[in-house]
């Protein structure tokens, strides 16, 4: 089956500072999101981007899905930006099976 | 619009029991699919519901069974509780059968003792 792996598995900032976060995937997708999930577990959807770029805010993100990557930019940093991101994929011809890559867990220090 | 919520948070049994958790998805969302994360084996899909039959199923024992009505609502099950089940339990909803964005509810954390 396809794999999806993020970089890095660990991330620690401060305050202010920019970070990259990336995901690979082995094999083509019809879907990619990107998730934050809070301390009390909850996934909350940051982006849906099978391919392009988009921007919220601070946060932007690109997937070249000819490429097999996708890349998550966090740009100036707090401390509420920390915990656990993740990259998922829907693989070609399997409905709306989202595959999660391991996470990145982002620290952001005051 | 309301989110998806799911019952009950949290949750505590005892091994060799049977536990039920409930889905509902956000409004005019018709699939609904389940997934387990665990701090070993991070998040996994367990199966998705469209029109209130099982359109995908991932690895696991047929102990994880579920379903959906016609009101898009979902339940799913595990029998004969093991320690191993112990995990957050997450649904997901989006509009269509496998496609577009899914949106998550909180999740059930169940303990198994």
């Known amino acids: 089956g396809i794999q999806v792996e993020q970089s890095p598995p660990d991330l620690i900032l401060q305050e202010g500072a920019n970070s990259t976060l990336r995901c690979n995937f082995s094999?083509?997708?019809?879907?990619l999101q990107w998730f934050h999930q809070n301390p009390w577990g909850q996934l909350i959807n940051l982006f849906y981007?099978?391919?392009g770029t988009k921007q919220n805010g601070r946060l932007s993100a690109t997937t070249v899905a000819t490429e097999r990557y996708s890349s998550l930019y966090i740009s100036s940093s707090q401390t509420t930006d920390s915990g656990v991101y993740f990259c998922?994929?829907?693989?070609?011809?399997?409905?709306?099976?989202?595959?999660f890559g391991q996470g990145t867990e982002l620290s952001v220090k005051p | 619009k309301a989110g998806v919520t799911q019952t009950p948070r949290y949750l505590i049994k005892t091994r060799g029991q049977q536990v039920t958790l409930s889905c509902s998805p956000i409004s005019g969302h018709r699939s609904v699919s389940w997934y387990q994360q665990t701090p070993g084996q991070g998040l996994q899909f367990l199966f998705e519901y469209f029109s209130e039959t099982q359109r995908n199923k991932g690895n696991f024992p047929g102990r994880f069974s579920g379903r959906q009505f016609s009101n898009s609502r979902s339940e799913m099950n595990v029998s004969t509780l093991e320690l191993g089940d112990s995990a957050l339990y997450l649904c997901a909803s989006s509009l269509d059968e496998g496609l577009g964005e899914q949106y998550f509810g909180p999740g059930t954390r169940l303990t198994v003792t």
């Open positions: 981007i099978p391919s």
């Open positions: 094999d083509s997708v019809n879907n």
């Open positions: 998922a994929v829907v693989p070609y011809n399997q409905g709306g099976k989202l595959i």
